[in-house]
């Protein structure tokens, strides 16, 4: 074994058959030191997270955003984990449509949901920390419904699990014993907390995140739960006034190096090359965010001129656009009930919307019309094609 390995090997038994499961030492490593390249890529992340509180700040409605951006990262962090889901997919189920995949793939996503907005108001109104309480509330709700449920939501795992391969035996890495799971966890909640040495936020962040991985103390979610994490975290400790720093993309299109890297940490106590990849995922999703945000602007500012261009039309067909701007797939009988406008003048204003080349017709049922924002919804797509 490497002699820099970041833990120890301790013997767990599935089904007869004795394997070696790893256990992860407690953070920090030992002569931890942040290397002047670490420390450069720390505060370029830093610079980049203000830009985007910046962008945010100059939005006309940071509600529609997070509604919307909080979608796409729970649409991508269960992609990573095989759902086929799409962002309309996941829009026609909260709207009580059926979904053009399977069920269990949109219930997780909507799941994960869910489980951030109840992590934010834990951290916001009720002032809580993070730690294992919260993860383990995050858990249950990330598995409450769908394909996870059954695997004991909210609870540390009583069994051995393993990740790649059929069984133990041949797996790529097994992950600590049941009955260390407990002790780990507690030792990473101590870190989370700990103000007596000075790590950078961010860089903590991400430190944290390989840790809880290497736990793996969930029979099922931890992938999703482990990048949830990141924006708690960050939000927590007021490095992000809003949660709009998603990896889940960043993480999706660099999957090898990430799972590589995952592994050199462990084995070789890698941290330097980890953290300059989490830093850099951390640089660019914010700067990708930043720029989503400001083309958002951009279409609904040039959008609303086209409408006021029809004329005495426009009054009803603003505000529907502006009802689509919080989501870009709605039916007609939806929108009539948020605006209180009538079923015909929704209609009308719709059609006119139709004809201005900003919506497109998604479904016609006997029920009524679907309709979706073209543009933005695309915008919102990107990257969120399925995993080849």
Same mark, same amino acid.
């Given at each position: 074994m490497p002699s820099k390995i970041s833990g120890c090997y301790k013997t767990s038994t599935v089904a007869g058959e004795s394997v070696q499961a790893f256990v992860p030492n407690p953070l920090p490593p030992e002569d931890f030191q942040l290397s002047p390249e670490i420390q450069y890529l720390n505060e370029q992340a830093n610079r980049a997270l203000g830009r985007l509180d910046m962008a945010t700040l100059q939005l006309p409605d940071l509600g529609q955003f997070l509604y919307v951006y909080i979608r796409k990262?729970?649409?991508?962090?269960?992609?990573?984990?095989?759902?086929?889901?799409?962002?309309?997919?996941?829009?026609?189920?909260?709207?009580?449509?059926?979904?053009?995949?399977?069920?269990?793939?949109?219930?997780?996503?909507?799941? =994960?949901?869910?489980?951030?907005?109840?992590?934010?108001?834990?951290?916001?109104?009720?002032?809580?920390?993070?730690?294992?309480?919260?993860?383990?509330?995050?858990?249950?709700?990330?598995?409450?419904?769908?394909?996870?449920?059954?695997? %004991?939501?909210?609870?540390?795992?009583?069994?051995?699990?393993? &990740?790649?391969? %059929?069984?133990?035996?041949?797996?790529?890495?097994?992950?600590?014993?049941?009955?260390?799971?407990?002790?780990?966890?507690?030792?990473?909640?101590?870190?989370?907390?700990?103000?007596?040495? =000075?790590?950078?936020?961010?860089?903590?962040?991400?430190?944290?995140? &390989?840790?809880?991985? %290497? &736990?793996?103390?969930?029979?099922?979610?931890?992938?999703?739960?482990?990048?949830?994490? &990141?924006?708690?975290?960050?939000?927590?400790?007021?490095?992000?006034?809003?949660?709009?720093?998603?990896l889940s993309v960043f993480f999706k299109g660099n999957r090898n190096e990430y799972y590589e890297l995952l592994q050199k940490v462990r084995t070789e106590s890698d941290w330097e090359s980890w953290l300059r990849f989490f830093l850099r995922g951390v640089i660019e999703t914010a700067d990708q965010a930043v720029g989503t945000a400001l083309e958002l602007r951009k279409l609904f500012e040039s959008d609303g001129k086209l409408i006021e261009s029809i004329g005495r039309a426009a009054g009803s067909a603003l505000r529907v656009h502006e009802c689509l701007r919080h989501n870009p797939v709605q039916s007609i009988a939806g929108i009539t009930k948020k605006l209180t406008l009538s079923y015909p003048a929704v209609s009308k204003a719709m059609k006119n919307l139709e004809e201005l080349g900003i919506v497109r017709l998604l479904r016609d049922r006997e029920k009524g019309k679907i309709f979706y924002y073209e543009k933005y919804l695309r915008i919102l797509e990107r990257g969120t094609e399925p995993l080849q």
């Open positions: 990262e729970a649409l991508l962090s269960s992609q990573i984990e095989g759902t086929q889901s799409s962002f309309a997919d996941l829009l026609l189920f909260e709207n009580n449509e059926l979904p053009g995949v399977p069920l269990d793939d949109v219930v997780e996503v909507s799941n =994960y949901v869910a489980a951030i907005n109840h992590g934010l108001k834990r951290i916001r109104e009720d002032d809580f920390p993070v730690c294992v309480r919260l993860i383990k509330e995050l858990h249950s709700i990330l598995l409450r419904k769908g394909r996870g449920e059954h695997k %004991t939501p909210g609870e540390f795992r009583q069994s051995q699990n393993w &990740i790649g391969g %059929t069984r133990p035996g041949n797996a790529g890495f097994v992950p600590p014993p049941k009955e260390l799971v407990e002790e780990c966890m507690s030792d990473l909640e101590k870190f989370i907390h700990d103000d007596t040495r =000075y790590i950078p936020v961010i860089i903590r962040t991400g430190m944290v995140h &390989i840790q809880f991985e %290497t &736990i793996h103390p969930f029979l099922d979610g931890n992938g999703r739960l482990g990048r949830l994490l &990141i924006p708690l975290l960050l939000c927590s400790k007021g490095v992000l006034k809003e949660p709009i720093l998603y």
